[in-house]
């Protein structure tokens, strides 16, 4: 289960930030994942709950946004979203040449120190 090491790193570098900033306490760390980033938000909320005890962390909560798989198309040059965890085709043409440049993001957008 790789979300255990995702929540431990991810730890990692919000208690060092924390301690940078001179902080003493997160109340919460806000998260981007793509659909197409192969992780699964729910185990990962799951870990960070189970390691953030003892930490400085321990009554931080985490918020995922998830976002959605999108990207462009080769045939009819068009931008396309997708709610799909996959896409095999051009969802307005059908055409299979298309590149997906949205989704597989996963990031710390920010967090809440007090
Ligand atoms: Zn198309």
Same mark, same amino acid.
């Given at each position: 289960?790789?979300?255990?090491?995702?929540?431990? @790193?991810?730890?990692?570098?919000?208690?060092?930030?924390?301690?940078?900033?001179?902080?003493?306490?997160?109340? @919460?760390?806000?998260?981007?994942?793509?659909?197409?980033?192969?992780?699964?938000?729910?185990?990962?909320?799951?870990?960070?709950?189970?390691?953030?005890?003892?930490?400085?962390?321990?009554?931080?909560?985490?918020?995922?946004?998830?976002?959605?798989?999108?990207?462009?198309?080769? @045939?009819?040059?068009?931008?396309?979203?997708?709610?799909?965890?996959?896409?095999?085709?051009?969802?307005?043409?059908?055409?299979?040449?298309?590149?997906?440049?949205?989704?597989?993001?996963?990031?710390?957008?920010?967090?809440?120190?007090?």
């Amino acid at each position: 289960m790789h979300e255990v090491s995702i929540a431990l @790193s991810i730890m990692d570098i919000i208690v060092k930030k924390c301690r940078e900033e001179s902080c003493n306490k997160i109340d @919460s760390v806000r998260l981007k994942i793509g659909k197409a980033a192969g992780v699964m938000p729910d185990a990962l909320l799951f870990a960070f709950d189970n390691i953030k005890t003892d930490t400085i962390a321990k009554d931080a909560e985490m918020i995922i946004d998830i976002i959605p798989l999108g990207g462009t198309c080769n @045939s009819c040059k068009r931008d396309f979203d997708t709610e799909e965890a996959y896409v095999l085709e051009c969802p307005k043409c059908g055409s299979a040449d298309f590149v997906i440049n949205k989704g597989n993001e996963m990031e710390i957008i920010d967090m809440e120190v007090s």
